[in-house]
């Protein structure tokens, strides 16, 4: 059989590059380079998602699978949606850690963190982007939500310690979303309680009979 000569490949590209230029150019169609850029980066992605359908011990290939269909989405977006630019890109490397997560939950729950920042970062990026606001409480909050989900999510035991950091976030960027006067002096005191009930808890389970 014969063999693929990437000179064929670059000619594609090229001639497809050119008449999107051209349909550009003449008014039949918008954001030509996005559209190009954006069909390269698919076929990337279908490559990688190939081997990782075919293969699941090739799980390594969802980060460049998600992280290329993230490119790609994001190129196809519309002027008018370019805000949300940040959001497809980071969704997409968050989809793969997510891929890599639920495909191997006992040895590969550590994938729930960065699946979860990143999609964080993504989320609150595009909402900057869209009101001009200060999203630093959506981003505490997300961060939390992230810690609490390694603590319920199935996977190895011994992730309890996740809701720790997981409440002091959330409760973080409560502070920071709402803008309540005076909201501290209630949530604060409720924070110190819920984690003062978790550590006697933990100390009356662990603690062996005599």
Same mark, same amino acid.
């Given at each position: 059989?014969?063999?693929?000569?990437?000179?064929?490949?670059?000619?594609?590209?090229?001639?497809?590059?050119g008449?999107?230029?051209?349909?550009? $150019?003449?008014?039949?169609?918008?954001?030509?380079?996005?559209?190009?850029?954006g069909? &390269?980066?698919?076929?990337?992605?279908?490559?990688?998602?190939?081997?990782l &359908?075919?293969?699941?011990?090739?799980?390594?290939?969802?980060?460049? $699978?998600?992280?290329?269909?993230?490119?790609?989405a $994001?190129n196809?977006?519309?002027?008018?949606?370019?805000d949300?630019?940040?959001?497809?890109?980071? $969704?997409?490397?968050?989809?793969?850690?997510w891929?890599?997560?639920?495909?191997?939950?006992l040895?590969r729950?550590?994938?729930?963190i960065?699946?979860?920042?990143?999609?964080?970062?993504?989320?609150?990026?595009?909402?900057?982007?869209?009101?001009g606001?200060?999203?630093?409480?959506?981003f505490?909050?997300?961060?939390?939500?992230?810690?609490?989900?390694?603590?319920?999510?199935?996977?190895?035991?011994?992730?309890?310690?996740?809701?720790?950091?997981?409440?002091?976030?959330?409760?973080?960027?409560?502070?920071?979303?709402?803008?309540?006067?005076?909201?501290?002096?209630?949530?604060?005191?409720?924070?110190?309680?819920?984690?003062?009930v978790?550590?006697? &808890?933990?100390?009356?389970?662990?603690?062996?009979?005599?």
């Amino acid at each position: 059989m014969r063999r693929y000569d990437p000179r064929l490949i670059i000619g594609v590209l090229l001639v497809l590059g050119g008449l999107l230029g051209l349909l550009d $150019a003449i008014g039949i169609i918008s954001n030509a380079s996005g559209i190009f850029w954006g069909l &390269v980066f698919g076929a990337g992605s279908l490559i990688f998602l190939y081997m990782l &359908v075919n293969d699941r011990n090739n799980w390594w290939a969802a980060f460049p $699978a998600f992280t290329l269909l993230g490119l790609s989405a $994001a190129n196809f977006l519309p002027e008018a949606l370019d805000d949300f630019e940040g959001l497809a890109f980071f $969704a997409g490397i968050s989809l793969g850690f997510w891929w890599v997560y639920f495909t191997g939950t006992l040895e590969r729950w550590w994938a729930i963190i960065p699946a979860g920042v990143l999609l964080t970062l993504g989320i609150t990026s595009s909402l900057e982007d869209v009101s001009g606001q200060d999203s630093g409480g959506v981003f505490f909050l997300g961060l939390g939500i992230t810690f609490v989900l390694v603590a319920v999510l199935p996977g190895g035991g011994g992730r309890s310690w996740a809701l720790i950091p997981g409440t002091i976030l959330l409760l973080f960027g409560a502070f920071r979303a709402i803008p309540n006067i005076g909201i501290m002096d209630y949530l604060l005191p409720a924070a110190l309680i819920i984690l003062g009930v978790y550590f006697l &808890v933990r100390f009356f389970l662990n603690r062996s009979p005599e």
